[in-house]
């Protein structure tokens, strides 16, 4: 497997998908270490400088007025991660800890944390040993960045808190590094906070959601074409000279899979002519528009994934001429309301598909198919509660649609007066995501089997999707 090297310049979202879930190795390329090494000199220079520098001789937050003398500074870092490291919870997934350190390394290896080369090299370690680091899922605001779940991974790279091994066991960290052959980490000055300050984690969710919503939009194609053959719809209404008339891409391209896929449709074309119905449903006539749609909001989520992959999410930064400046970008407002919009769409790309279903089971709408699918409707009662199932997951995702990023709660005595609230906007994406890949696999099942119940015969001409 192709190694991720981390150099100082972006990730692509295919790096992240195969070191998170396919266990793709990594490694710290020399440009990256040796922008590290030059920003954390200029760190050690800055301990001696007159002026306080946050984070560095300074507390955290509301504390930041706060000196710390310089015999005290290590401590200050492991005081950091131990006070921070206070999420509760179930254990996040491990692919979604897997992306979050991935991700502090990639930052980290810009040279522009102040941090050692030592620090992403430990955290690589763990990643190439598939090693984890136990993340609880309850503690980040996603301002100042994902701080909880980043200090509980930094926190075992000292030896504290757990692990879970590969062979599915879990241990608590210091006994785990003894047994993988890796040191306990010393951080010195700056280490700790250029740890956990960025949205390392809203980002991974992020990126891993777009990977599969991107397959799942393909999908979504497939199973509206397939309900449109099977309820004797018509594909006049995907005809390109009507869908470009309103020029959204997503809904060029929606449209595009369903006129492939519908063209050598026998059953479509048995009723093209002598058809006394004016038109379709909505929730046949319009899936291209729904699902275009999705199509364009993933793009825009996609395009804020691509630039947080290319930025330098800390603070302060550590800048190339040695001064060491605070800023907020570890703000995860970018990615809070990608976040919030993709939940959006694809709660109405699984609330389409369920109208689908509905129409399919419903012996008065589904132009002669049996009641609910059922081959002996009354005693059997075929594929009626699938939808039901279906109908419990729209209507969990019409309730974790409801924006996250509107809910900002101030924190830090104030200081931190503006939240992003990007990790739950995240988390619920997650969930909603998985519940369209069911909600779509119910239409697939039910609209496999009406097709099955029509006379004409079902063509086997394969057809590429996008």
Excluded at 17 to 27: E, L, N, S, T, W
Excluded at 385 to 395: D, F, I, K, P
Aim: with cysteine; hydrophobic share 50%; glycine share 8%.
């Amino acid at each position: 497997m192709t190694a991720v090297e981390l150099v100082g310049t972006a990730l692509l979202p295919a790096e992240v998908v195969a070191v998170a879930r396919g266990g793709a190795p990594v490694r710290l390329g020399a440009p990256g270490r040796d922008l590290m090494d030059a920003s954390a000199a200029a760190v050690q220079r800055a301990l001696h400088a007159p002026e306080a520098a946050y984070g560095v001789s300074t507390g955290f937050g509301s504390l930041a007025n706060v000196v710390i003398p310089a015999h005290r500074r290590g401590e200050l870092q492991r005081a950091l991660l131990r006070s921070h490291a206070a999420g509760i919870g179930r254990p996040v997934e491990r692919e979604v800890v897997r992306a979050m350190m991935l991700l502090r390394a990639r930052t980290l290896s810009m040279g522009l944390s102040g941090a050692r080369a030592v620090v992403a090299e430990r955290m690589i370690a763990l990643l190439n040993l598939g090693v984890t680091p136990v993340v609880p899922e309850h503690g980040s605001l996603g301002a100042s960045g994902d701080l909880a779940p980043l200090a509980h991974c930094a926190l075992a790279l000292l030896g504290e808190g757990e692990l879970d091994l590969p062979d599915g066991t879990r241990a608590a960290a210091g006994a785990a590094l003894a047994q993988c052959g890796v040191a306990p980490l010393t951080l010195i000055a700056k280490e700790g906070l250029a740890c956990i300050n960025g949205t390392d984690g809203v980002l991974g969710m992020l990126v891993l959601a777009a990977h599969d919503l991107a397959r799942l939009l393909r999908i979504a194609d497939v199973t509206a074409a397939m309900s449109v053959e099977a309820l004797l719809g018509t594909d006049r209404a995907f005809d390109a000279e009507l869908v470009a008339l309103r020029p959204q891409p997503g809904q060029q391209l929606s449209a595009r899979n369903l006129r492939a896929m519908l063209a050598a449709s026998e059953i479509v074309a048995s009723h093209r002519t002598g058809d006394d119905r004016v038109q379709d449903a909505y929730s046949l006539r319009c899936a291209p528009q729904v699902t275009g749609a999705a199509r364009d909001v993933l793009a825009h989520a996609e395009t804020v994934a691509n630039a947080e992959l290319a930025s330098a999410i800390d603070n302060p930064m550590v800048l190339p001429d040695g001064r060491i400046e605070s800023c907020g970008n570890f703000h995860g407002a970018p990615l809070a309301f990608a976040c919030d919009a993709l939940a959006i769409a694809v709660s109405e790309v699984g609330a389409i598909a369920e109208r689908r279903t509905d129409r399919l089971l419903d012996a008065s709408r589904s132009a002669g198919l049996p009641p609910f699918l059922a081959p002996d409707a009354g005693v059997n009662s075929g594929v009626m509660l699938a939808q039901y199932t279906q109908a419990a997951m729209v209507a969990e995702n019409r309730r974790l649609a409801a924006p996250a990023s509107v809910g900002s709660l101030p924190t830090s005595a104030m200081q931190e007066d503006h939240v992003s609230m990007g990790w739950s906007a995240a988390r619920k994406l997650r969930t909603v995501v998985a519940n369209l890949a069911r909600i779509l696999a119910v239409e697939l099942v039910c609209a496999a089997r009406a097709i099955g119940d029509r006379p004409r015969p079902i063509s086997s001409r394969k057809v590429a999707v996008r």
